[in-house]
């Protein structure tokens, strides 16, 4: 796949945006998971010809992270998030990540792989990205890099530095 989304259909997961993206691109996309949204979703794609898989619920994190070890690029379309988890998994796959400016996603990746929620500007950057391989690998590289964070041992020092710094 060129394109992989992760999430529960739901509206506040930007899966239109997504479709569009695919839409306006002409790549080649899978969605993960399911929710109230996928009837909709399937009878969109279907109207506007995309060549989009929607694979519904996968049994655990290792199905998910193979379809993102199988896709070139996560994009991650959501208007509100407490994370997203699945920015962080994408990265640690080595799966560089466009997303919009939610909940962690400023925090840990750079400027150019991150866009506001619009569809044609969202395209713009999943092409510019796909067609350049420099920025491409520079992005894989940034993103391994900054969810090292997020390992086990280097979280929990972290976190004990933090309840350290309060006594």
């Keep these: ?91 640690a796959c080595g799966v560089p990540v466009v997303a919009t400016p939610v909940g962690i996603v400023p925090d840990i990746l750079p400027p150019e792989a991150i866009e506001e929620w619009s569809a044609a500007a969202l395209a713009e950057k999943v092409k510019n990205i796909l067609s350049d391989h420099a920025l491409y690998e520079r992005l894989r590289q940034a993103g391994l890099q900054a969810v090292g964070q997020f390992e086990r041992s280097a979280a929990i020092a972290a976190y004990a530095n933090a309840i350290k710094s309060f006594a």
């Design 1 to 91: 796949y060129d394109l992989v989304f992760v999430g529960r259909l739901v509206s506040n997961k930007g899966l239109k945006l997504f479709l569009q993206v695919l839409q306006s691109t002409g790549l080649v996309g899978v969605v993960v998971g399911d929710g109230p949204l996928r009837a909709w979703a399937s009878h969109w794609a279907r109207q506007h010809h995309l060549k989009v898989h929607f694979v519904g619920f996968v049994p655990d994190a290792g199905a998910v992270a193979d379809f993102i070890n199988h896709s070139r690029l996560l994009v991650m379309t959501s208007y509100n998030e407490g994370g997203p988890r699945v920015v962080p998994e994408a990265l």
